[in-house]
């Protein structure tokens, strides 16, 4: 008799984070559903993003993909890792491109997620959100980001409330990284000091952790990660 | 010697509350500009958006339209009460329809009316946007419209920072509105308790208040509005 497969999706599974995650989870033998613009090469199936499409149009396909993917199962977890960043005040020159580009990246994708854990997830599955210590309090100097986290935050929150549309006993959290280190990260800030920086391996572990029920957060957490001396812990914050 | 006039531009100012704002304005003496689809006749000057138009597109309108209007002048208060409802969700159907919809009449008009504050208000003026009290905790059967109340909600204390970008001494603040008294919300809750509705005119006399300095809030300010028995007391509201 095969043994049942839990199944995960990872939204933005070609990012550096999304990457060490899909990587994690096929390590541990799951069956992994990347989206993104490109594909993953360890995914066991793509799911493509045509980002010229509308936020409608993206959800339909990416709908459209994931069905046929997956028939009649369920997938046991979605994450989504997808984001960016992007600065500048109210006087900035780019306020409403970036803030546009922002919405895009963090919120775009969490609603999709959101739909994607309604339709998809298993009861007492795991949704995971990504997002951000900083939006926690104001953000003058990246002003579409912080609005763009604090957002996804109240989506956690409203997500988490058993009207929200989840399937049951499902658990919704986000985590908020302060600073990832990604490649890009030390490409950009050479000469910060890395070991504040949130290695992505311990995130992928935390999140499969999530995903199989160990130590998963009350449903509605926003959790942020704090890194000092290359240790990461883990600490609710509120909305 | 010509007394120096006051200037304020109200955004959505062919909405019900923004008819009730540029009115009374209009009966203070003021200059009023009014930002809408439609025109506005009690204003001085109409700047109209075409729907259909990107966010940055819509932005560049507005900002060269304020800017023909005003010349060399600056604005002593900025007003933007845009907006609009929409509910469902994570399970509906119109998850992103709606949440798309809700960002683009909350989100795109206030980033847009920091722009214009950044560029056009005085040193020491007034910007108003429009929250909601709901959004301060979740809102699982309004998911878009949540989201999009607390990002401007996060956007307000952003703004209230030194290095939000705006003009030195500028105050900013949003007023979270329960419900408000307006033809609309009569239509639809036609068996509503409207004792706990606030009164349009009370609002447009507390911008007023807050346009010519008079009982400003600190800038940064979330401020209730809650109606009992036809009286509305105000609560600061923390973010």
Known sequence: MAA???R?????????????????????SWWVGSIDIFGNDEANANFLINPELSWTEQNESIN?????????????AIVCVAGGWAGGNA????LVKNSDLMWKQSVWTSIIAAGLASNYLKVGGMLTL?????ALE?????????MAKAAVHQLVASLSDGKGGL???????AILPITLDTPMNRKFMPKADTSTWTPLDFVAKLLYSWSTN???????????LETKDGKTELKTAKM
Do not use: H, W
């Open 64 to 76: 459209n993909q994931v069905s046929s993917a997956i028939g009649d199962e369920k997938l046991d």
């Open 138 to 146: 104001s953000t003058p100097g990246m002003i579409g980001y912080g």
């Open 8 to 28: 995960v999706v990872v939204y933005g599974g070609k990012g550096a984070l999304g990457r060490e995650i899909v990587g994690y989870f096929k390590q541990k």
């Open 4 to 6: 049942s497969i839990s």
């Open 214 to 224: 160990v130590d998963r957060p009350i449903s509605g957490s926003l959790m942020q």
């Open 167 to 173: 399937p049951e006993n499902s658990c919704v959290a």
């Open 130 to 134: 990504t997002g951000a210590k900083a």
């Open 91 to 94: 006087a900035s020159k780019d």
